[in-house]
Every structure is written in C-alpha cells, then in structure tokens.
T-cell receptor, first 110, second 116 residues
C-alpha cells in the first residue's frame, strides 16, 4: 500500500462547477499537508498549505484535513478553465521528506 | 527572482550513455531536492541536500545514479550508464532552511529525459 493514495482521474467538469479532490494516507506521523498545482510541462507550484487538522480557505480554494480519518480534500468553487491542471496532494512529517500523491488531472470545460 | 533553473529542458540519449542534469536553486535557499516524475510512479524524491550536504539519498534507484552539490548555487544529477527505464521528467526543487518541516518547495520546469 502506498503511503499516499490519490485518484489520478482524469476529472472533467463544466465551468462554474464545484470540484472536490481527495487523498488518503496511511502514516499518522504526517503533520503538514499541501496541495500543489502542476500545469502541463511545468513544475508543481504550492497552492495550499495546512498544518495538522482543520480547514483553510484562500479565495475559491478550500483545503480540509481530517487526521482522524487520514483524509485530505481540496475544493475549488466556481471552477474556471484556467484551473485545468494536475493537482498533487503532498504531506510531510517534520523531516523534509515530502510524499506526493499521484496527482489528479482536472479539465474545466468552458 | 529567476526561480529554480534546470538544464537542459529536454535530453534524448541512447542507452548506455552518461546523462548529466543541472540545477541552479533560488539564491538564499539552503535545501535542494531532486525528484523524478513518471506516469506509473508519480513524483518520487531521489535525494535532498541541506547546506550542500546530502541528507537522504534513499530514493536514488541504484548506483547508476549520483548527485552532487559542490556549492550553494549548483547541483548535478548524473546517470551512468543510462537505461530506457530512466526515461522520466526530472525536477529540481529548492526551499529555505528545513526547520520543522512544511517549507514551501519551489520547483524548476524539469528536464524531460528520453533514453532510447
């Protein structure tokens, strides 16, 4: 079993839809939870960062962490074609060893 | 800020040849990471350096892979001899001092390696 599981999709939604992306993990030692966005032929860029459990909102994006269920989510409201990218969850203990999910490829159709 | 700079962007080589990938981290960043990305395995950490010292190389696939960081502004990842299964996108990333974790990683644009 992988430490971090993420459905690779692909996921296709119409513009304006709410998008839900999820990851599960097996190692309870993870404390830092991140979402990276990767456009085609580019490196990943940090989108959201959460420490421990809870919610964090940034504009149209909301990240949720449920440590009791070992489950993290990223919600995108009012999705735009410019949101089309691959979204990777990432998590880390406190030792700089970051583990990434496989990435979910999202397409938002106009 | 120019960001993390990787070269070359694309590399096509024949099996058995030596391949050298290069990375210039963001100035002032103390940690440097090499990742490999494939469809099958996703993004995998190969090795990371802190203050130019290799800290964890447990992700390096085998002895054919080696990485160096001779100074704070330059790192190389070398594959010798290369094999078709090494074909992937190789990313370099840097961050500030690792601290307690959760430091933001800044990725380069990657090197697309194809070994024929």
């Amino acid at each position: 079993q992988k430490e971090v599981e993420q459905d690779p999709g692909p996921l296709s939604v119409p513009e304006g839809a709410i998008v839900s992306l999820n990851c599960t993990y097996s190692n309870s030692a993870f404390q830092y939870f991140m979402w990276y966005r990767q456009y085609s032929r580019k490196g990943p860029e940090l989108l959201m960062y959460t420490y421990s459990s809870g919610n964090k909102e940034d504009g149209r994006f909301t990240a949720q962490v449920d440590k009791s269920s070992k489950y993290i989510s990223l919600f995108i409201r009012d999705s735009q074609p410019s949101d089309s990218a691959t979204y990777l969850c990432a998590m880390e203990k406190n030792n700089n060893d970051m583990r990434f999910g496989a990435g979910t490829r999202l397409t938002v159709k106009p | 800020d120019a960001g993390v700079i990787q070269s070359p962007r694309h590399e096509v080589t024949e099996m058995g040849q030596e391949v050298t990938l290069r990375c210039k981290p963001i100035s002032g960043h103390n940690s440097l990471f090499w990742y490999r990305q494939t469809m099958m395995r996703g993004l995998e950490l190969l090795i990371y350096f802190n203050n130019n010292v290799p800290i964890d190389d447990s992700g390096m696939p085998e002895d054919r892979f080696s990485a160096k960081m001779p100074n704070a502004s330059f790192s190389t990842l070398k594959i010798q001899p290369s094999e078709p299964r090494d074909s992937a996108v190789y990313f370099c990333a840097s961050s500030r001092s690792p601290g307690q974790g959760g430091e933001k990683l800044f990725f380069g644009s990657g090197t697309q390696l194809s070994v024929l």
